[in-house]
């Protein structure tokens, strides 16, 4: 382990660039759907628009991971996309009909989807150069990001006309943040890998085949997790309430992260990944089911479950992969896991969220797409159960419960 004062970084530091980019997240993400909602577009486009960013996940910000891993950059690259990003937030208040706001949302996605898997893969690297425990560092996104959204939900309820200059200011906040932390570069022989230079494919980054599996879990509990994040601003009108009760949920499920994250290491330890993966689908699925019941008491005990449908995926999915990437490809490691979680399973809870709202209702729409997350969620412990048992022991793996 490197210990000196160019490639460590402290606890608060990297504490605070945590808190940072959800305070970006926070700022801009839970409220796009009543956003949208207010400009008077219907749930289907709706859920094109919240699919933006996660196609731009899908598309460009795998180019962002390999030019920060090529380059052994990851700092400048991110402080670059949040400056980009900052520039083009405002051209949200110059869009008010569906295409427009298409191509804005296309335009900011393609820099701002591409921070957190760079920032994960930078801030876990630097802990472990240093010493520290991620799970206490990421505690401030989740702190951070409770406190905004309760604050911004307040405050786009008296003057909705401030969200995007908001996010702007944060964006510029985040990058010059992030410019203040140490680079962490690679090994100079690290390239050299011949399973890294010469592999081809998704695989090829990683030292375990069990990565596709960790990869679906991740996909079905994200899926379910991401129908939530798109349609609950909407559902929230349609009974009456405004961004207030948004932000009040959206708080609520960031706090009860704070449990799982003093004590996810021991989870782990005492689990294993993929067992908490398998776990946390099916309480996704439980997720909707309350949530969906329109309830306000019922939704915040909901909401709480984003402990252990949220956030043990995260932790249980960076730390596979921190621990399963060749050391060269470590963004690249972090930006596949992002592309599952905030790409295409959110490309599939908006897509299909929408047109099932649409069809059945925005009540039916959170039951139907809660019995399709179990379906698949026994569908895939079936087959890794299957794949357990016929595949050769690997040392990295976790065998499920």
């Not at 997790?225 to 349609?231: K, S, T, V, Y």
């Not at 009974?239 to 989870?267: D, F, H, R, W």
């Not at 249980?316 to 399973?345: K, P, W």
Request: charged fraction near 10%; glycine fraction near 8%; hydrophobic fraction near 55%.
């Amino acid at each position: 382990m490197m210990h000196n004062a160019k490639t460590n970084a402290s606890m608060t530091s990297l504490f605070f660039a945590n808190v940072l980019y959800w305070v970006c997240a926070g700022v801009y993400s839970p409220f796009l759907s009543a956003h949208y909602t207010s400009l008077g577009l219907s749930a289907a486009q709706t859920g094109i628009l919240l699919a933006a960013t996660p196609v731009c996940a899908l598309a460009i910000q795998p180019l962002w991971s390999t030019i920060a891993d090529k380059l052994g950059r990851r700092r400048a690259v991110i402080v670059a996309l949040c400056l980009a990003a900052a520039v083009l937030a405002p051209l949200y208040y110059l869009a008010s009909t569906f295409v427009p706001v298409l191509l804005v949302t296309f335009a900011f996605s393609a820099f701002f989807s591409g921070l957190l898997p760079l920032s994960d893969s930078l801030v876990i690297e630097l802990a472990d150069r240093s010493g520290l425990d991620f799970s206490r560092i990421r505690m401030g996104g989740t702190i951070g990001y409770a406190i905004v959204v309760l604050i911004v939900g307040r405050l786009l309820d008296m003057a909705p006309q401030i969200q995007f200059t908001v996010v702007s200011a944060a964006l510029v906040v985040f990058a010059a943040h992030m410019w203040r932390l140490p680079e962490a570069g690679i090994r100079a022989n690290a390239a050299d890998d011949p399973k890294v230079s010469h592999g081809k494919g998704l695989l090829s980054l990683f030292t375990s085949n069990e990565i596709a599996f960790v990869l679906v879990f991740a996909f079905i509990s994200s899926a379910a997790i991401g129908f939530i994040g798109a349609f609950l601003g909407r559902y929230a009108v349609e009974l009456g309430e405004g961004q207030n009760l948004v932000g009040v949920l959206s708080a609520v499920s960031a706090a009860s992260e704070i449990p799982i994250l003093l004590v996810s290491s021991k989870l782990v330890r005492r689990f294993g990944e993929m067992n908490l993966l398998i776990f946390s689908c099916f309480m996704a699925a439980l997720r909707l089911v309350l949530v969906g019941t329109g309830i306000v008491p019922v939704m915040v005990c909901g909401q709480l479950l984003q402990s252990v449908s949220y956030m043990t995926v995260y932790y249980s999915c960076v730390t596979y992969i921190a621990n399963h990437t060749y050391e060269d490809c470590r963004a690249r490691g972090q930006s596949a896991f992002a592309m599952v979680q905030s790409g295409l399973s959110v490309v599939v809870a908006n897509l299909f969220g929408g047109w099932a709202c649409d069809a059945l209702g925005t009540h039916a729409g959170f039951l139907a797409f809660a019995l399709a997350s179990t379906i698949a969620a026994v569908a895939a412990l079936v087959a890794y159960v299957l794949w357990r048992r016929s595949a050769a022991p690997q040392p990295e793996g976790q065998a499920a419960a």
